[in-house]
T-cell receptor, first 115, second 112 residues
Framework: GEEVAQTPKHLVRGEGQKAKLYCAPI?????VFWYQQVLKNEFKFLISFQNENVFDETGMPKERFSAKCLPNSPCSLEIQATKLEDSAVYFCASSPTKSSTDTQYFGPGTRLTVL | QQQVKQSPQSLIVQKGGISIINCAYENTAFDYFPWYQQFPGKGPALLIAIRPDVSEKKEGRFTISFNKSAKQFSLHIMDSQPGDSATYFCAAFPSGTYKYIFGTGTRLKVLA
């Protein structure tokens, strides 16, 4: 498709529950990025993929967060045992290459609320 | 920690006025400086971008000015319109990495 698709739009979880978010990148884009936007608008890079391979995971909280991009499937970001501070909007972006001058196209985001 | 500092946090401009948003960075090794526009409930969308070997770039009513020695870059929106009301984020792309460092955003409101 021509747009990055993210599902669900909203997700509500009780503290300690699992949350799983999905992202379908633009067709033909090899790179996928996940960002977390917290309430003060701050974006935090989480992880990036080159096709199904992790490219950069320096932003991922290793203990509870995991992500995958498998062939012929949407990419996913999973949070085990959610905490209140995980409440945020999670954006997925895709890009045709890793070049700095290639635009990262963002999806509409998934708003996660942890109660 | 590489940072991009953005100001002001919010901005109110009359229709037809000039909106100016500033960003400063702390690391010299950045390859690219995009500006993103985000409307409520939507993902950020690229507005305009500049490379560090260029001092100014203009696209329609939007201009980026880049001052390499001062490590600052700014977005100017000429003839601001109510439809420009959104949150604007500057970003920087550190050399050797493949992820954006975002500023903290500026909420722009253009009064009709």
């Amino acid at each position: 498709g021509e747009e990055v698709a993210q599902t669900p739009k909203h997700l509500v979880r009780g503290e300690g529950q699992k949350a799983k978010l999905y992202c379908a990148p633009i067709k033909g884009h090899s790179y996928v990025f996940w960002y977390q936007q917290v309430l003060k608008n701050e974006f935090k890079f989480l992880i990036s993929f080159q096709n199904e391979n992790v490219f950069d995971e320096t932003g991922m909280p290793k203990e509870r967060f995991s992500a995958k991009c498998l062939p012929n499937s949407p990419c996913s970001l999973e949070i085990q045992a959610t905490k209140l501070e995980d409440s945020a909007v999670y954006f997925c972006a895709s890009s045709p290459t890793k070049s700095s001058t290639d635009t990262q196209y963002f999806g509409p985001g998934t708003r996660l609320t942890v109660l | 920690q590489q940072q991009v500092k953005q100001s002001p946090q919010s901005l109110i401009v009359q229709k037809g006025g000039i909106s100016i948003i500033n960003c400063a960075y702390e690391n010299t090794a950045f390859d690219y400086f995009p500006w993103y526009q985000q409307f409520p409930g939507k993902g950020p969308a690229l507005l305009i971008a500049i490379r560090p070997d260029v001092s100014e770039k203009k696209e329609g009513r939007f201009t980026i000015s880049f001052n390499k020695s001062a490590k600052q870059f700014s977005l100017h929106i000429m003839d601001s319109q109510p439809g420009d009301s959104a949150t604007y984020f500057c970003a920087a792309f550190p050399s050797g990495t493949y992820k954006y460092i975002f500023g903290t955003g500026t909420r722009l409101k253009v009064l009709a």
